[in-house]
């Protein structure tokens, strides 16, 4: 699909990886809203890229309805919708004292990531189906954001493993589902990426946690994921699978 023109939501869009796409997108002609918690940065990211913000929780499944309905209108329409809100929690399944993994736990992590982008997908899908098909039929673009530790979770990393490839599995099944109306979905994979979420991480313990990398071994860099992102809005054969952007990391156990 073509930048020039389209418009894009960006879940997560006040900060790292989804900042940088917005911001790409954005210098290449599309149209940005940038959906966040409240208390982020996202004002300030929309003014930088003539958008508007919409504060937003993305657990608050129904409340998201309306925002992204909000965004949409105001927006006059919808074909790209990145997110990458989400996290995780440091838990074993049986804990050092002896204890089991907590439930509320484990199901508050499936509800941040799995949950709300099936229920962001699904909200943003039916917008799109609303749009006209350009010349290769192609209505919009999704893109969800996974891990590596979908693959290969590390210890602790259970609830975290099974929200972002349950995100992983669910992308080619709703390519699929989406396919008739000419949306695409994808998700990007990324190791460790140098953004907001990894900020705490003193450069020793980023350098022990890229070790396993083949090359760059290093964190990965924002506009590294956006490259990618934009690359998979312009691409119309990208659909249906989940792409590692970690410079040949395999995560070791721990
Ligand atoms: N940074 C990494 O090393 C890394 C690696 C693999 C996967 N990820 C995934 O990337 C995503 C985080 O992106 P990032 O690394 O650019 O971090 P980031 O903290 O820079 O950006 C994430 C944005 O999402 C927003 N957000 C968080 N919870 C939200 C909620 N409930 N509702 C609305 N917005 C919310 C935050 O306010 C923030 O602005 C997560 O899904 C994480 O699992 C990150």
Same mark, same amino acid.
């Given at each position: 699909?073509? =930048?020039?023109?389209?418009?894009? %939501?960006?879940?997560?869009? !006040?900060?790292?990886?989804?900042?940088?796409?917005?911001?790409?997108?954005?210098?290449?002609?599309?149209?940005?809203? %940038?959906?966040?918690?409240?208390?982020?940065?996202?004002?300030?990211?929309?003014?930088?890229?003539?958008?508007?913000?919409?504060?937003?929780?993305?657990?608050?499944?129904?409340?998201?309805?309306?925002?992204?309905?909000?965004?949409?209108?105001?927006?006059?329409?919808?074909?790209?919708?990145? /997110?990458?809100?989400?996290?995780?929690?440091?838990?074993?399944?049986? #804990?050092?004292?002896?204890?089991?993994?907590?439930?509320?736990?484990?199901?508050?992590?499936?509800?941040?990531?799995?949950?709300?982008?099936?229920?962001?997908?699904?909200?943003?899908?039916?917008?799109?189906?609303?749009?006209?098909? /350009? !010349?290769?039929?192609?209505?919009?673009?999704?893109? /969800?954001? &996974?891990?590596?530790?979908?693959?290969?979770?590390?210890?602790?990393?259970?609830?975290?493993? !099974?929200?972002?490839?349950? %995100? &992983?599995?669910?992308?080619?099944?709703?390519?699929?589902?989406?396919?008739?109306?000419?949306?695409?979905?994808?998700?990007?994979?990324?190791?460790?990426?140098?953004?907001?979420?990894?900020?705490? %991480?003193?450069?020793?313990?980023?350098?022990?946690?890229? #070790?396993?990398? !083949?090359?760059?071994?290093?964190?990965?860099?924002?506009?590294?994921?956006?490259?990618?992102? =934009?690359?998979?809005?312009?691409?119309?054969?990208?659909?249906?699978?989940?792409?590692?952007?970690?410079?040949?990391?395999?995560? &070791?156990?721990?």
């Amino acid at each position: 699909m073509d =930048i020039a023109g389209s418009k894009g %939501i960006f879940v997560g869009g !006040a900060s790292g990886m989804c900042r940088a796409t917005a911001t790409q997108f954005h210098a290449k002609g599309g149209q940005v809203a %940038i959906l966040d918690l409240e208390k982020s940065n996202g004002p300030a990211v929309a003014e930088e890229l003539g958008g508007t913000f919409y504060p937003c929780n993305v657990m608050d499944f129904d409340g998201m309805v309306d925002v992204i309905g909000a965004a949409v209108a105001d927006l006059g329409g919808l074909q790209f919708l990145v /997110n990458t809100a989400g996290g995780g929690v440091a838990q074993r399944t049986v #804990k050092k004292d002896g204890s089991r993994h907590s439930l509320d736990d484990f199901r508050r992590i499936i509800d941040l990531n799995l949950i709300a982008s099936f229920n962001i997908n699904g909200i943003a899908a039916e917008h799109m189906s609303k749009n006209e098909p /350009n !010349a290769d039929g192609e209505r919009g673009v999704m893109i /969800n954001t &996974a891990s590596i530790a979908a693959f290969e979770g590390q210890i602790g990393q259970v609830a975290y493993t !099974a929200a972002k490839a349950g %995100i &992983a599995g669910m992308t080619l099944t709703m390519a699929r589902d989406l396919g008739t109306l000419g949306i695409r979905c994808m998700t990007i994979a990324p190791s460790l990426f140098d953004t907001g979420l990894t900020a705490g %991480i003193p450069d020793e313990g980023a350098l022990q946690l890229t #070790k396993d990398a !083949a090359f760059p071994r290093r964190m990965g860099q924002p506009h590294e994921y956006a490259t990618m992102a =934009i690359a998979i809005f312009e691409c119309a054969m990208m659909n249906g699978s989940t792409l590692r952007v970690d410079g040949g990391q395999r995560f &070791a156990p721990r």
